[in-house]
């Protein structure tokens, strides 16, 4: 016994030294793995330390950073009803502090709830919870080394079809020609649709800057202008016009109707937002398409909207109307009435990008708003880092990075932020 377990013994050491040189290699690399595997913890674990923000454009640019234990940090945007939001913001991130971020359903449903006496149905409120909830989905987005739209449920399409708003505003008085000029410019750069501005309170044929019922003079001067680019572009390419909410119904009537012939994308937002039997009674009276919906706030907003058929195209403004989630319900809301989605966008690149996912998420896209300053204006490069082109052939490609796939450069950013205001602190 004692015999063969000596010879069993011998020939094991002899066979392990002979092998020994393999297990040795396959114990080197089994370190290297180790060494190279992720050493953040599980997901279960991410937990939020802080909320930090910056502005821009006088307020009506708000940026938010949300930090992690994983020093993953999430990147978000809101316009508009931003200005004066500072303690707003950081009154989220107290009651946000020591959560998972990867549960953004219910997060932004604990904040909006908390807020039913705060103004939590639209306005700052909204909005800044719009930064927020985006800021979420890229920090969840990066966590979890996926994409946003995948995270929304994947994608319909790889790119996101946009049109030109030209900035040529009203309050230079512009004449028919510069119109025709804008459009082309745009469609020399590649967009196929392009969008206008109508309303006009400087307009010498006005009677009274307070009333806003347009009388003749006015509306052949709108038709005039939407004319000659119609004229310069062809039938083909698309054209609308907004009218940013500035007149009264019996006038939004009448320039939907007298523009009939110039077969439009849409009209934009007419009337003001809250009254939704007037853009029913404008809807019914033409076949110019209606659309509306930049300064309405939540799912809620846009119930009344299209279970009465108040508009044909609704067009929220993904970074003021609730957030990304919210978009998507607003979306597929919509489709239930078989009403086209065609976001309003002022908003940086990374605002444009976070809408992009929201659109490529769902099936009645149409078209994204973009803006002419994203070419003209240096400072929109310079806060925001990115990979490749904004745009090609009037198409934003949509990001396959973790998350959003476009960051604040806080570095670019400063230099353009608002005076005395606490800059990402």
């Not at 089994?30 to 910056?54: H, V």
Request: include cysteine.
């Amino acid at each position: 016994m004692k015999s063969s377990r000596r010879d069993f013994l011998t020939k094991a050491m002899a066979t392990g030294a002979l092998t020994s040189l393999p297990f040795a290699n396959y114990g080197k690399e089994y370190e290297n793995s180790i060494n190279l595997a992720p050493k953040l913890s599980s997901p279960s674990n991410l937990k939020i330390t802080d909320i930090k923000c910056a502005y821009i454009r006088n307020g009506h640019g708000l940026f938010v950073k949300i930090y992690s234990n994983q020093d993953i940090v999430g990147h978000g945007e809101g316009v508009d009803a931003t200005p004066g939001t500072y303690h707003l913001v950081k009154m989220f991130g107290k009651r946000l502090n020591g959560k998972n971020p990867l549960n953004v359903h219910r997060l932004f449903e604990d904040i909006r709830r908390r807020g039913f006496f705060e103004g939590a149905q639209s306005g700052m409120y909204v909005s800044v919870l719009t930064a927020v909830e985006t800021a979420l989905w890229d920090l969840a987005g990066k966590a979890l080394g996926l994409p946003v739209y995948q995270l929304l449920g994947g994608k319909f399409r790889d790119k996101i079809r946009v049109y030109m708003d030209t900035a040529l505003y009203q309050s230079n008085l512009p004449e028919p020609e510069e119109f025709a000029e804008a459009a082309r410019e745009a469609v020399d750069m590649g967009y196929n649709a392009v969008k206008f501005d109508l309303d006009q309170a400087k307009d010498p044929n006005k009677y009274d800057h307070y009333n806003w019922t347009a009388n003749n003079a006015e509306i052949e001067r709108m038709y005039n202008q939407m004319a000659a680019a119609r004229e310069e572009v062809g039938p083909y390419i698309d054209i609308c016009a907004d009218m940013h909410g500035r007149y009264d119904a019996i006038t939004g009537e009448k320039v939907a109707k007298i523009l009939e012939p110039l077969n439009m994308m849409w009209l934009e937002e007419p009337i003001p937002a809250e009254n939704t039997d007037a853009y029913k009674k404008i809807t019914e009276s033409t076949t110019t398409p209606i659309c509306a919906g930049e300064n309405h706030y939540l799912a809620h907003g846009f119930r009344p909207l299209l279970e009465k058929g108040a508009v044909d195209i609704i067009m929220p403004d993904l970074q003021k109307a609730g957030g990304l989630g919210e978009g998507q319900r607003i979306a597929n809301l919509a489709n239930l009435y078989y009403v086209p989605f065609a976001p309003h966008m002022v908003a940086s690149y990374l605002g444009a990008m976070a809408a992009c996912h929201v659109c490529a998420s769902v099936p009645n896209f149409m078209i994204l708003e973009w803006q002419i300053y994203f070419h003209k204006n240096p400072m929109f490069k310079e806060i925001v880092t990115f990979d490749g082109p904004m745009t090609e052939n009037g198409f934003i490609k949509l990001s396959e990075k973790p998350g959003i796939g476009v960051e604040i450069n806080e570095e670019g950013m400063r230099k353009y932020a608002d005076k005395g205001v606490p800059f990402f602190e």
